[in-house]
């Protein structure tokens, strides 16, 4: 349940200037607003389960973004049933300016991309049907002015081989292997809520630089709550960010009967270093390595 200074699940992501979305608890809309993002500027919106805390925000949000401008369609993304929950919802936010399209995706999928990061759905272990998202922005390999010299290669052609596409140019044709080095380390981001730990969440989130994942309970006493309810302990999320081999976790989702989750964080630490608290309105900037 939402708090006076917390609010409920929801994850917003800027790549290349676009706006994606990841649940849409209550408050959400507000919590977007305040650091001064657009939400005429969300495209995707992803749903993990149907769960009010994760999803009774959607409604007011859809209708902010009807009177913020928004025209174009807005994608959404869910589980088995994702339309007829949300057309459920919209009963009190018709009339939109804009259409959505829906895309309902089983676990181990990859539906499409988002301004060219790769999207893959995975199934997580809750107490209903939930899946978690891995979000990769690749980057190509460095380019190489000597080789497209080398190669003939006219300059008008240089900035579309560096950005991946191939060019036909009469009878010939240029590919971006002609001119660029091997790929370079990208950017990923996982987020896990709600479930309980798998080897196959550890192999989805596997290496992610910003991993994102539920931390219900802080207390070691409440593992076995954590258990019965589908959720995790920091400590357990802990161990699932070690043998994942990510570098960063961020501990999130975290249940009203903790009012200091930062109480817990040393004892993820002990588990694996790289672990903090996530908080209302917090900003991450990832960027290329060098």
């Given at each position: 349940m939402p708090l006076p200074e917390r609010r409920l699940a929801a994850l917003l992501m800027r790549i290349r200037g676009r706006l994606l979305l990841v649940?849409?608890?209550?408050?959400?809309?507000?919590?977007?607003?305040?650091?001064?993002?657009?939400?005429?500027?969300?495209?995707?919106?992803?749903?993990?389960?149907?769960?009010?805390?994760?999803?009774?925000?959607?409604?007011?949000?859809?209708?902010?973004?009807?009177?913020?401008?928004?025209?174009?369609p807005v994608r959404i993304i869910g589980p088995k049933h994702t339309q007829?929950?949300?057309?459920?919802?919209?009963?009190?936010?018709?009339?939109?300016?804009?259409?959505?399209?829906?895309?309902?995706?089983?676990?181990?999928?990859?539906?499409?991309?988002?301004?060219?990061?790769?999207?893959h759905a995975f199934a997580l272990h809750h107490t209903i049907p939930c899946l978690g998202y891995r979000f990769t922005l690749d980057r190509p390999g460095k380019f190489d002015p000597a080789r497209a010299l080398a190669s003939g290669i006219p300059v008008e052609y240089w900035r579309r081989l560096q950005c991946g596409?191939?060019?036909?140019?009469?009878?010939?044709?240029?590919?971006?292997?002609?001119?660029?080095?091997?790929?370079?380390?990208?950017?990923?981001?996982?987020y896990c809520t709600d479930t309980r730990a798998s080897d196959s969440i550890r192999e989805s989130v596997r290496f992610a630089d910003l991993f994102i994942c539920e931390g219900t309970y802080g207390d070691p006493e409440k593992a076995e709550s954590a258990h019965q309810h589908g959720h995790m302990t920091?400590?357990?999320?802990?161990?699932?960010?070690?043998?994942?081999?990510?570098?960063?976790?961020?501990?999130?989702?975290?249940?009203?009967?903790?009012?200091?989750?930062?109480?817990?964080?040393?004892?993820a630490q002990s588990i694996f270093p790289e672990t903090s608290a996530g908080y209302d309105t917090q900003h991450l900037c990832l960027r290329f390595q060098p």
């Open positions: 649940d849409c608890g209550e408050g959400t809309q507000v919590a977007i607003r305040e650091p001064g993002f657009s939400l005429a500027r969300i495209d995707t919106i992803c749903i993990t389960h149907f769960h009010a805390d994760h999803l009774a925000g959607l409604p007011g949000l859809l209708l902010t973004m009807g009177t913020s401008g928004r025209t174009d007829m929950v949300v057309q459920c919802l919209c009963v009190i936010a018709q009339a939109l300016p804009f259409e959505l399209t829906f895309e309902e995706v089983d676990s181990d999928c990859h539906p499409g991309s988002f301004q060219e990061a790769q999207l596409e191939t060019v036909r140019a009469g009878q010939t044709t240029y590919t971006p292997e002609m001119v660029l080095g091997p790929a370079r380390p990208g950017i990923s981001v996982a920091f400590e357990e999320a802990a161990r699932l960010a070690a043998s994942a081999k990510v570098k960063r976790l961020l501990l999130t989702h975290f249940s009203p009967s903790m009012p200091d989750p930062e109480r817990f964080v040393p004892l």
